[in-house]
């Protein structure tokens, strides 16, 4: 199971294994305060994407589309995450304001679409029209 939760809400036990995935650390958290297990900047959208998508609703569209391209091309980023979300919850922790327009959401749903492919009796992933369309 795949959650996403914002960095400055309560940690819990039933959140498995707490990647933070924005590029920049999360403001007014220090580091040995936020209950984590790794940070992983590389996995969170280019600075100009960030920046073009400026957390606007009415681009969120645009953004995802876009944000899945860069994660498409770069599975050595996500490719480890695979394995601790099918066997147990990794929670995908954030800093946006917008719970339901940020980055961790668009990557919990790739991840679940790359398990879902994965998936027994499923064909191997084959990413030959979204690679290189960054």
């Not at 809400?9 to 209950?35: C, F, H, M, N, Y």
């Not at 280019?46 to 391209?69: I, M, V």
């Amino acid at each position: 199971m795949i959650a996403c939760k914002r960095v400055y809400d309560t940690a819990s036990p039933q959140d498995g294994r707490r990647i933070l995935v924005d590029r920049l650390w999360p403001r007014r958290v220090r580091k040995e305060a936020l209950a984590h297990d790794d940070w992983l900047p590389a996995l969170a959208p280019s600075a100009d994407l960030r920046k073009a998508f400026g957390h606007s609703p009415e681009r969120f569209g645009e953004f995802r589309d876009a944000y899945r391209r860069e994660l498409a091309a770069h599975p050595e980023h996500w490719w480890p995450l695979l394995e601790p979300a099918g066997r147990g919850t990794l929670t995908l922790l954030y800093a946006a304001k917008d719970e339901r327009h940020n980055n961790a959401v668009v990557l919990a749903e790739f991840l679940e679409d790359e398990l879902e492919r994965q998936a027994p009796g499923s064909s191997p992933p084959c990413y030959a029209g979204e690679v290189g369309q960054t």
